[in-house]
């Protein structure tokens, strides 16, 4: 019999984190464990309201099926159970951790992936003033640094930033703030500063603009990309998808899109919502099939949980078995 326990907690955040869609000072999160006597299990989400979702709706859902995880639920009937989002997440992470234990194996081995190694994370800079972006650009000492954008002023941010950091390298993410008027001025800015990727620079629902513009950065989607089913969508709009496991709903689902992702010729990004290294960990899995890495949520925070991935200048390192996997 496994025991399902569900508990929401908050961590603070150093500072302040804000995009083009507002700010906040804590991570609200969702951690899940699993219990059978032997093995422990776990897996942690970050409901996002983006997507409707908040933590007392998660809550919802996992104890709704407590009774079929006692039974022995699977993975492959919790992807028919729940939908893509970060509820799935953090139970679907739980079950990959827990069999891993059971099995004696790695979660790699189990999945039939690469040993993951250490690997280049983007570091995020929250949307400031151009000055304020630039002097935290300076003192990141990142090798990639990641730009919240999609507010006025994006023009004279990246003139700052990269006048501030002109050999480090940068890619921008819109948070879906620009609009299909000045998505070209900001993608040719982008390409003569030397950005490597755009995120999400329009919003999900007018995306379709995209594949009628000349896109001289590489332009990668974000909210516009979730589970599977929405990844047909994207052809001739964008380069690549940013797989993150609270939109695929897990591990599972990650890996089944980051493949046919592959097959469709689009490049992967691996990123993460704001948590912490319980949450990166089963996504570093996915970094020997992703072009960009950027799972910095535990830097971004006051303080991390215990046991943490370890992260040192610019590189981030696979997860211990104590932590998971």
């Known amino acids: 019999m496994t ?9 603070p955040i150093r500072g302040r984190f804000t995009i083009a869609r507002g700010s906040k000072t804590e991570a609200a999160v969702v951690t899940v464990e ?3 006597g032997a093995h422990v299990g776990r897996g942690e989400c970050v409901p996002y309201g983006r997507y409707g979702e908040s933590v007392e709706g998660v809550i919802d859902q996992l104890a709704a099926l407590e009774k079929l995880v006692a039974e022995g639920l699977r993975r492959e009937d919790l992807m028919t159970l729940l939908p893509p989002g970060a509820a799935r997440n953090a139970l679907d992470c739980a079950m990959w951790d827990i069999e891993a234990k059971r099995a004696g194996m790695r979660a790699y081995e ?10 280049v994370t983007a570091y995020t800079l929250s949307l400031d003033t151009p000055q304020a ?13 990641k730009l919240k954008l999609g507010a006025e002023g994006d023009l004279e941010r990246l003139t700052a930033i990269r006048a501030a950091v002109p050999q480090t390298r940068l890619i921008v993410d819109a948070n879906e703030g620009w609009t299909a008027d000045t998505v070209e001025a900001h993608l040719a800015a982008c390409a003569e500063a030397g950005v490597e990727l755009v995120e999400q620079p329009l919003p999900a629902a007018d995306d379709a603009a995209l594949a009628d513009i000349a896109r001289p950065v590489p ?10 089913d929405s990844l047909d969508a994207l052809a001739g709009r964008y380069d690549a998808l940013n797989i993150k496991l609270d939109k695929t709903g897990g ?22 919502m704001v ?3 319980l949450a990166m960990a089963p996504a570093l899995l996915l970094a020997p099939l992703a072009r960009f890495v950027d799972l910095d949520g535990p830097l ?11 992260y040192q200048g610019s590189l981030v390192y696979p997860p211990e078995p104590a932590l998971w996997g």
Request: one cysteine or more; hydrophobic letters at 50%; charged letters at 20%.
């Open 3 to 11: 025991e399902l326990l569900i508990t929401p907690e908050r961590f």
């Open 34 to 36: 699993l219990r059978d």
């Open 110 to 119: 189990m999945a039939g992936l690469p040993a993951p190694q250490p690997v």
């Open 133 to 145: 972006m630039a002097q935290s650009a300076r003192e990141a000492g990142h090798a990639l640094l």
């Open 219 to 228: 332009v990668c989607a974000d909210e516009s990309a979730h589970g599977l």
């Open 251 to 272: 591990l599972t689902e990650a890996i089944l899109l980051a493949r046919a992702a592959q097959a469709a010729g689009l490049d992967i990004m691996v990123g993460c």
């Open 275 to 277: 948590g912490t290294s």
């Open 300 to 310: 971004l925070l006051a303080a991390d949980r215990t046991p943490a991935l370890r």
